[in-house]
Each structure stands twice: as C-alpha cells, then as structure tokens.
C-alpha cells in the first residue's frame, strides 16, 4: 500500500511540474511567435529591397551599355562603373539572404518548441492516466475490503440474531440482512475510511 502511495505522490508531483513547464514554454512559444512576426517583416521588407535595388541597377547598367555604345564614357570607366555596381547588387542580394536564412532558423526554433510542447502534453496525459488507472484500482481494492467487511458483519449478525429468541422490529436501513441495511452499511464504512485518511 505505501508503495502505490508513493507512486501516487510522485505521479502527483510530476503532474505538476510537467503542467509548469508547459505553461512556460507555451509562453516563450507565444513570444517568440510575436517575435518571429518582426523577422517575417525585415525578411519581406528585404526581400522587396532587394528587387527594387536589382531591378534599378540594371536600369543603371542599361544606361551604361548605353553610353559607353555611343561613346560618351570611356570603356575602362564603363568597365570600373559595371563593377561597383553589380559589387552593389551582390552586396544586397548577400544581406537580404541573411536576413531570410535568419527567419528560417528562427521558424526552425519556434517549430522544435512546438514539438518540445507536443511532448510535454502526451507524457501529462499518460501521467494523468495511469494516475487515473491507480485510483481506480486503489478504489476497486476498497470495495472488495468492504464487501468483505459486510459479509462479515451479517454473519455476525446472523448469529445475534440466531442467539436472540425475541424477535424485535428493526428499521430496513438498519438491518444488514436487507439490500438497504447493507448500502447503509457500505456508505458507513465509506465515510469511517475517509475521516482516517483525511
């Protein structure tokens, strides 16, 4: 019995800590949910960025072919400006991609939270129902103890009753040898067993 008291206590004891640390990280999960949709911004922001720098550059190269083909600028000017340039592009299209690898990494982070949560939430529930399983069978156990009990004690009725020659009138919720009697019984021993655990 002091046994399954035990595992009692340490089921009840590692409900609670499994329901604290799921309160925790759905909390840092919530967080970094609100934080994530910031990175989302600069990644999209970025991303758009680095279009409009693109898409403008190449307005600018496009005018540089142009003039160095009409000869306005000189080709090794034309050559020096092509390269800052496309030095500019790369350059951004280089920071925008870190921004975006790191919004990935940072879905990546909230994702593993998610799964550590997931599994924070499954062992709770097989805690809760082996929890749930003891009790039921600490509760079966009982049972049999006051059946028992009750045989007992209407066989030892039965004697009185067979040692007394005067036959009185006894109310049904007070007679063992009735169905009533025997649920009054029952619910007495119930109440007697509660008071000494409690």
Known sequence: MDNKNVDKGFLTNKLVVLQEMIVEKTAQFNEMVESIKRFEGH??????????IGNHIKKQQADLAQL???????????????MVLENVRTFVRQACGDIERLYFSKQGELLFLQQE????????????QLLREQEASTEVQQDVNVVNNLHESTSHVAEVKKTTKTKKRIRPDQDSS????????????RKRKNKKEV
Do not use: H
């Open 43 to 52: 990644s999209s922001g970025s991303k758009d960025l680095s279009e409009k």
């Open 68 to 82: 160095a083909v009409q000869q306005k600028l000189a080709p090794d000017i034309s050559k020096f400006v092509e």
């Open 178 to 189: 009735t169905r009533v009697g025997r649920a009054a019984l029952d619910i007495k021993e």
């Open 117 to 128: 949560i997931e599994k924070l939430v499954i062992s709770k529930k097989k805690c809760e």
